[in-house]
């Protein structure tokens, strides 16, 4: 079974500086996807980045970006220039698709702190 | 507007109750899935159901039940069965194929006491 870890359970950053969020998965599939959810206190989630295992390019959206390492199996999260809106837990997760549906398996999530 | 609602935002129950999690969708989407949220732990799936009539148990499916009678709806019963309900519980759509994305409703909080 596929299992995804964040070793990091709580991260802070200083606004306007640069956090890096760990995450590693394990997996015998050659073809899947990672993703990066953020949950803020709404609890609401949101997509920020994610990562086809067939691209080597690292995915990148505004401030977001991934050091995707395959062989390595890490996929970390690269959060530029933080603001305090960017406060929230932020979720590993991989897909694996079954024929029509994508399946997710999460990471337990590691809570960003940002401050002033 | 398109997306997801999930009703009601908290719900209490009493133990040995079954209870019913409703999650519709306007995306037009084909797949549904519900995914259980503990404190500490990420998302956990369900139940997820990839069109009309059909649904499949994911990794935690044991006390719980689904149906997919809409390709809108797709609620999900809490039974008695269910050692330890208390926990938020998510709903997700998304198309069907290779891959797309998952759109997640606001959820709802379940206490059982």
């Known amino acids: 079974a596929q299992t995804v870890t964040q070793s990091q359970p709580e991260m802070s950053v200083q606004e306007a500086e640069t956090v890096t969020l760990s995450c590693t998965y394990d997996t015998s599939e050659s073809d899947y996807y990672l993703f990066w959810y953020k949950q803020p206190p709404s609890r609401q989630m949101i997509l920020v980045i994610r990562?086809?295992?067939?691209?080597?390019q690292n995915a990148t959206e505004n401030r977001f970006s991934v050091n995707f390492q395959k062989a390595a199996k890490s996929f970390s999260l690269k959060i530029s220039d933080s603001q305090l809106g960017d406060a929230a837990m932020y979720f590993c997760?991989?897909?694996?698709?079954?024929?029509?549906?994508?399946?997710?398996?999460f990471g337990t999530g590691t809570r960003l702190q940002v401050t002033l | 507007d398109g997306g997801i609602t999930q009703s009601p935002k908290y719900l209490f129950r009493k133990e040995g109750q079954n209870v019913t999690l409703s999650c519709e969708q306007n995306?037009?989407?084909?797949?549904m899935y519900w995914y259980r949220q503990d404190p500490g732990q990420g998302l956990r799936l369900i139940y997820y159901?990839?069109?009309?009539?059909?649904?499949q148990k994911g990794d935690i499916a044991e006390g719980y039940s689904v149906s997919r009678e809409k390709k809108e709806s797709f609620p999900l019963t809490v039974t008695s069965a269910q050692k330890n309900p208390t926990a938020f519980y998510l709903c997700?759509?998304?198309?069907?194929?290779?891959?797309?994305?998952?759109?997640f409703g606001p959820g709802t909080r379940l206490t059982v006491t």
């Open positions: 995306l037009n989407h084909d797949a």
């Open positions: 159901s990839q069109i009309v009539n059909d649904f």
């Open positions: 997760a991989y897909s694996r698709f079954t024929g029509t549906a994508s399946k997710l398996t």
């Open positions: 997700a759509s998304s198309g069907t194929g290779h891959y797309y994305e998952q759109y």
């Open positions: 990562q086809e295992a067939y691209k080597q």
